[in-house]
């Protein structure tokens, strides 16, 4: 079935910095999706994309959805400690029917004060 | 605006008994979906419901049942728990005519001894 890779698988940065991360397919996505997993939670949709080469800020985040549909990034700015968790891409397979989703394995990010 | 709520939160059972892990939606969704999360596999769909009474099977079906007689409800069980079934699960909605994005429960950490 088709995958979503997520790089890196991990992240140890200083407060303050800026992240980037990323996910792709060998397959074209029409939706992209972003959430994030604090400890022991449940995933929390960040921000949601709809159109090749769309960018979409949600507060420090930013997220783009890449021009040959097979890919997407995340931006975190200026991060703080309470961004540490795990981000995951998602999106709907194609021919699997909108109503499912696939998910990359997370980035894991730690953030240092 | 309680959204979506899972019990328990946690469990404990032994092999070979069996367990129901609950969900519950306030928004009305159309469609309820069981994932559970394990490490190294990241989310994987079990079974998912378009609507009451409709249910169909995702990645990981294989030793768990559901049903849906209510719209807001969407038990999930384990009519012989293996050790193999310890993981998080999670159950998440969605509506049906707007997107792809799905909203996500607290989780049920399950643990078969």
């Known amino acids: 079935g088709q995958q979503l890779n997520q790089s890196p698988q991990s992240m140890f940065i200083q407060e303050g910095e800026d992240v980037s991360m990323n996910c792709t397919s060998s397959s074209i996505f029409n939706t992209w999706l972003w959430y994030k997993q604090d400890p022991g939670e449940g995933p929390v949709l960040l921000i949601a994309l709809y159109k090749a080469g769309e960018l979409t800020s949600n507060g420090r985040l930013t997220a783009q959805f890449g021009i040959t549909r097979k890919d997407s990034f995340l931006n975190i700015s200026a991060s703080i400690p309470s961004d540490v968790g795990i981000y995951f891409c998602?999106?709907?397979?194609?021919?699997?029917?909108?109503?499912?989703?696939?998910f990359g394995k997370g980035t894991k990010l730690t953030v240092n004060p | 605006d309680a959204g979506i709520t899972q019990s328990p939160r946690y469990k404990i059972t032994e092999t070979g008994r069996q367990v129901t892990l609950m969900c519950h939606q306030t928004?009305?969704?159309?469609?309820m979906f069981w994932y559970r999360q394990d490490l190294g596999h990241g989310l994987r769909l079990i079974y998912y419901s378009a609507a009451a009474d409709i249910t169909d099977k995702g990645e990981v079906p294989d030793g768990y049942v559901v049903s849906r007689s209510k719209t807001e409800n969407f038990p999930l069980t384990l009519e012989s728990a293996t050790r193999s079934q310890t993981s998080v699960y999670f159950c998440?909605?969605?509506?049906?005519?707007?997107?792809?994005?799905?909203?996500f429960g607290p989780g049920t950490r399950l643990t078969v001894l």
């Open positions: 998440a909605s969605r509506i049906s005519y707007a997107g792809n994005e799905q909203f």
């Open positions: 998602a999106g709907p397979p194609r021919g699997g029917g909108s109503e499912k989703l696939v």
């Open positions: 928004w009305s969704h159309s469609y």
